[in-house]
C-alpha cells in the first residue's frame, strides 16, 4: 500500500523558489537529451530460476539490437553471456538477484561503449569491480572490530586501484594503443622536443665520440647552448694545483 502519511508530509512543504526551479528545468532539459538506457526485466521464482523477459515495451527485437549493441557485439550469443554474468554478481545472500543492481551495471557498460568483445569484457570487470568496491566500503563502515575494519578496508582500497587500472587500460584500447603527449610548460630558452631523443655517444665523421657526451641533435638545441655558454664562466681565479712537497718535520725519539 502507498504510503498516505509521506504523500501528506510533500504536500505540506512549500513549492520550490525561483532559483530551485531552474535548477529543475535545466536537469530536466539535460535528462532529455540523453539515450534512454537498455535496462533488463526478469522474473526469478523461490529456487532462484531466472525468466528473461527482456524490454518493458512490446518491441522485443529493437530491445534486442540495443542489449546487443550495448556490448560492442553483433550476435546474441555474447551479449547474453556477459549478462549472465552481471546477474550471477548481483545476487544477494538469500541468492536472489537484484534487478536494480543489474540495470545499474548495464548502465556502466553502455556508458563505456565498447567497439568490440574485448572491450566489452573489459566494461564488465569494471562494473563488477564497483560494486565489489562500495560493497567492501559498507561493510568496512558497518563492523566495529580492527581485524574486521582492515581487511575490508584493505580489499576496497585493492579493487579500487584495479578499477583505476582498468579504466586506463579501456581508455587505450579506445585509441588503438596511441599515445598521446601534452606539452604542460617549457622554460624560456627552452625548446619542446616530441618524439625518441638519444642522449648517448653521437659518431663524429664516421668515429665514435670517445668522450662521451649528448648527440649533435641535442647540442644544437637553445636549451643547451645556453647550458655551454655558461658551463666556464670567465673572470674566475685558476683552480691550485697540487700541494708543493714540504719537508719532513723531525720526530723526537725515546732513545737515550
Known amino acids: 500500500m502507498p504510503d498516505t502519511n509521506a504523500k501528506k508530509r510533500r504536500q505540506a512543504l512549500p513549492p520550490p523558489d525561483a532559483s530551485e526551479s531552474a535548477a529543475i528545468e535545466s536537469a530536466l532539459k539535460r535528462m532529455r537529451a540523453r539515450v534512454p538506457p537498455t535496462t533488463v526485466t526478469f522474473s526469478q521464482d523461490s529456487n532462484g530460476k531466472v525468466d528473461l523477459q527482456g524490454a518493458e515495451h512490446n518491441d522485443h527485437d529493437g530491445w534486442l539490437a540495443r542489449l546487443v549493441d550495448a556490448f560492442g557485439t ?84 585493492k579493487f579500487a586501484r584495479t578499477f583505476a587500472l582498468q579504466a586506463e587500460a579501456l581508455a587505450k584500447l579506445k585509441r588503438g594503443g596511441e599515445q598521446i603527449v601534452k606539452v604542460i610548460h617549457v622554460h624560456p630558452g627552452g625548446q619542446a622536443i616530441v618524439g625518441n631523443v638519444t642522449t648517448g655517444s653521437a659518431p663524429n665523421n664516421g668515429a665514435a665520440d670517445v668522450g662521451g657526451g649528448s648527440s649533435d641533435e641535442i647540442r644544437n638545441q637553445p636549451l643547451a647552448k645556453a647550458i655551454t655558454a655558461t658551463a666556464e664562466p670567465s673572470g674566475l681565479p685558476p683552480l691550485w694545483g697540487k700541494d708543493p712537497e714540504r719537508a719532513c718535520v723531525p720526530v723526537a725519539s725515546s732513545e737515550g
Do not use: W, Y
Not at 551479449?79 to 534487478?99: E, F, T, W
Open 74 to 157: 553483433r550476435g546474441t550469443p555474447f551479449a547474453l553471456s556477459q549478462l549472465n554474468q552481471i546477474m550471477s554478481a548481483s545476487r544477494d545472500g538469500d541468492g536472489k538477484i537484484d534487478p536494480t543492481r543489474v540495470n545499474a551495471m548495464l548502465a556502466i557498460i553502455e556508458a563505456a561503449r565498447p567497439d568490440n568483445e574485448l572491450q566489452a569484457a573489459l566494461a564488465v570487470q569494471m562494473a563488477v569491480t564497483h560494486f565489489a568496491t562500495l560493497t567492501l566500503v559498507n561493510r568496512a563502515m558497518r563492523v566495529d572490530q580492527i581485524p574486521q575494519v582492515d581487511s575490508a578496508g584493505n580489499l576496497a582500497v
